[in-house]
């Protein structure tokens, strides 16, 4: 819009209303008949304006309000001079573009503020907040766009390098020797490691999007969990000592968290031993509780996966839940990275927590604490 234009649009409305160069630090434009009442249209002049006790701030607010971009908004409180008498004012900030001008420009409004100025920054708050709300949803809806497809994308070339892998070998079975069947199933192993990869940061990216809430029968998923993992177990051994509660939550995030723990307690194994899985539930205590800052009279269920695997060094225990951590080297038998963080995540998303202890060579502890139905 041009000048002349806001102008017209700004000049007969009540509030007052200023049009302000960034680049020239000049208010360009004031729609008060008699500019002097209250501002001077000069060289920041208005800032004499400005109650002494507040001048501090209010730089600091007005430093933050001039680097907005065009469309962004910000609002504070100040108290402004008007012939020897302060007055309550809520100024909010807007970044806007004049055509003929190749440069920035600020629209102030100043309203005066009749109203308790607490109750009135409590508003301009809950304001900024929802607006940012508002923003941080759009953006987290046009990244889970971004990475769906982009999954989808990156998953296709992966299924077609595998089927060109198995037709290689269909057609040289009698050929190939055991040096290129080496390489073939590495490159195999590094196909279902980029996919699940890719899988796990769809998943990573889901669950910051709303969960469905339902009946978890976390003893019945366990119980699925061991006969799906048949083939992985061998030798290794799983052991429900406690009868598995039911909670409120997502029943598939919930199965992916157990899933991932249990398939960590078998990849994490030591060689030559048989691997001993003991899963434990008990209400968490009111000490506990306290000691993990949780509401005391609200209920909690602790549930423990315990192995003797190889363990891990307990000044790790934080950093093994970050994205990409891996204590156990890079080897393309160790999972995506991505499996404690999607752990943490999950039961963060149901108000819960996930925490680990462990002992290079004897084994590892990890406790999920979920809220109680």
């Not at 004031?30 to 209250?38: F, I, M, R, T, V």
């Not at 192993?189 to 769809?202: E, N, P, S």
């Not at 990849?267 to 000490?287: A, D, Y």
């Not at 949780?294 to 549930?303: A, C, G, M, V």
């Amino acid at each position: 819009m041009d000048l002349i234009s806001l102008k017209k649009v700004f000049s007969s409305l009540p509030s007052l209303y200023i049009i302000y160069n960034v680049n020239e630090k000049k208010i360009e434009w004031c729609n008060l008949e008699e500019p002097g009442k209250h501002l001077k249209p000069a060289y920041e002049s208005f800032l004499l304006s400005i109650n002494k006790k507040e001048i501090k701030s209010f730089k600091n607010e007005w430093e933050y309000s001039i680097k907005l971009n065009p469309n962004e908004c910000y609002s504070f409180l100040c108290s402004l001079n008007s012939q020897n008498f302060f007055y309550n004012c809520a100024v909010n900030a807007t970044g806007i573009s004049i055509e003929e001008y190749d440069q920035p420009f600020l629209l102030i409004e100043c309203i005066e503020l009749d109203q308790n100025p607490l109750q009135v920054e409590i508003e301009l708050l809950q304001k900024a907040l929802t607006s940012s709300e508002k923003k941080l949803a759009q953006t987290q809806n046009v990244q889970s766009d971004f990475i769906a497809l982009a999954s989808h994308d990156l998953q296709s070339p992966i299924r077609k390098l595998n089927l060109y892998i198995d037709k290689l070998i269909a057609k040289n079975k009698t050929t190939i020797d055991s040096d290129s069947l080496f390489y073939v199933d590495r490159i195999k192993i590094l196909c279902r490691q980029t996919t699940l990869l890719i899988d796990d940061l769809a998943l990573l990216s889901d669950l910051k999007n709303e969960i469905k809430i339902e009946d978890c029968d976390l003893n019945k998923t366990i119980q699925e969990l061991i006969e799906e993992m048949a083939v992985l177990r061998n030798e290794n051994t799983f052991i429900v000592k406690d009868y598995l509660p039911v909670i409120k939550g997502d029943c598939s995030l919930i199965k992916n968290l157990l899933s991932q723990l249990l398939s960590n307690a078998i990849i994490f194994k030591k060689e030559n031993v048989p691997l001993n899985v003991t899963i434990n539930s008990t209400m968490l205590s009111n000490k506990e509780k306290e000691e993990l800052q949780f509401i005391t009279d609200k209920s909690f269920y602790k549930i423990t996966i315990t192995d003797n695997g190889m363990g891990f060094d307990q000044q790790y225990n934080d950093k093994i839940f970050l994205p990409f951590y891996k204590l156990q080297g890079n080897s393309i038998h160790k999972g995506s990275g991505l499996g404690l963080a999607i752990c943490k995540l999950i039961a963060e998303r149901h108000n819960g927590l996930i925490y680990a202890k462990g002992e290079i060579n004897l084994g590892a502890q990890f406790t999920l604490i979920l809220p109680a139905i």
